[in-house]
């Protein structure tokens, strides 16, 4: 039996600010992400009530399966009347197939086993090449549309930070991207960078000790603390103007410039870096793939697909860096490493004359100190 207090949200996102250890979280998210699923882990609730699929079938998401494999249960798609139903802080009981809210039963569940998850990812995979299909159709039709983002000048926000001849890192809440921050961490620590968070990415750089130079996005997932903290606001508007998340700054008695564009806040984080002249982008927890576009609730990735034909040569993605770093060094590489740094060493010494004259003067001393 699985016993705690609900804590609910829509927006996962919004309710992961909010868990505490032995919470349940309650929530409406279909096709449960992986970003998602890790921050519920980190927070050590019991379980997760899903009032929408967690997997659909329509790709092959990670979430469900990243819960599972922490020991965190999930009922799923207990439905849209139901998730209503539940309020914040209601005591909630998960006894087998039964929910109970406030001792009272409630309605019966399903909880996902590792046989439905395997079922549903391999239903995913198949059902992908469609989706595939209609994503790139997307992307195109988009593209044609938006090809004015890499051919037209780009009106620049005016701003405090100096980024020309410099690098810039910049982080993105995606896949991996704690662990890949950590990987770099001595880049950033020599380098020096100018760092950019993306919305929650200024959160992740705070957690490292590392104060964002600017903040970029329209200000839904980041904290009130890093806005506080960093240097300068970048508030992502609307081609049109509209800036819904101007509102927020306002009422925190900050200061902060509009930048209107037509991609992703992660596009404006590239295309503000590129523009002003950087020498090398590095990139932390990027969105470059379709499975990431798909999490985010977009059909396709033509902003990011033109941003990055524009910017793509000084880009160094560093996604997956962390991969590289798990497996501990073996003897035998070192051992490698010492015969291969060797190497040049006896070859400058058999070509230089000054160094086989010395070879031939310590070898006649030894042989006189020994009597030969």
């Known amino acids: 039996m699985i016993k705690g207090r609900a804590k609910k949200d829509e927006k996962t996102k919004n309710l992961i600010k909010r868990l505490s250890p032995g919470d349940i ?27 929408a699929p967690s997997i659909s079938g329509k790709y092959p998401n990670l979430g469900p399966k990243i819960l599972l494999d922490a020991g965190i249960p999930i009922v799923d798609n207990i439905g849209e009347k139901a998730f209503k139903y539940i309020k914040e802080n209601d005591y909630l009981e998960i006894n087998e197939d039964y929910l109970w809210v406030n001792d009272r039963f409630f309605c019966q569940v399903n909880i996902l086993d590792k046989q439905q ?21 997307n992307t195109l039709d988009y593209a044609a ?45 020599e380098v ?5 968070g993306v919305d929650g990415g200024g959160d992740a750089l705070m957690e490292f000790g590392y104060k964002p130079h600017l ?3 329209d200000m839904d997932s980041v904290s009130d603390e890093c806005l506080k903290n960093c240097d300068e606001i970048i508030v992502h508007a609307y081609p049109d103007g509209r800036c819904p998340g101007m509102e927020r700054i306002k009422k925190m008695g900050l200061d902060a410039v509009t930048f209107p564009f037509a991609g992703t806040s992660e596009d404006v984080a590239l295309i503000l870096a590129y523009e002003n002249k950087a020498e090398l982008i590095v990139t932390v927890g990027s969105h470059t793939s379709m499975v990431d576009f798909l ?15 524009k910017v793509g040569y000084k880009v160094v ?26 190497f040049p060493i006896l070859l400058v010494a058999r070509m230089s004359p000054q160094i086989q004259e010395l070879y031939h003067l310590l070898a006649l001393r030894i042989k006189l100190l020994l009597g030969f």
């Not at 620049?156 to 890192?169: A, F, G, N, S, Y």
């Not at 020096?192 to 950019?196: K, L, M, T």
């Open 25 to 51: 979280a309650v929530i409406y998210h279909q096709d449960l992400d992986e970003v998602a699923a890790v921050h519920l882990v980190d927070k050590k609730i019991k379980a997760v009530i899903n009032g």
């Open 215 to 217: 903040v970029i996005g």
């Open 145 to 189: 549309k938006e090809k004015e983002i890499v051919v037209s000048p780009v009106m620049l926000p005016p701003i405090k930070t100096r980024m020309e001849k410099r690098h810039v890192l910049i982080v993105i809440r995606g896949r991996n991207y704690l662990e890949d921050l950590k990987a770099i961490r001595s880049y950033i620590e």
């Open 117 to 137: 998850i395997e079922k549903r990812m391999m239903e995913a995979r198949e059902n992908i090449w469609e989706v595939l299909r209609d994503f790139i159709d």
């Open 317 to 342: 993605d560093a996604k997956g860096v962390s991969e590289l770093y798990k497996n501990r060094i073996q003897p035998s590489y070192i051992a490698a490493l010492l015969v291969s740094a060797m």
């Open 192 to 196: 020096r960078p100018v760092i950019i």
């Open 295 to 309: 999490e985010k609730g977009r059909k396709g990735m033509a902003s990011t697909l033109l941003v990055r034909m």
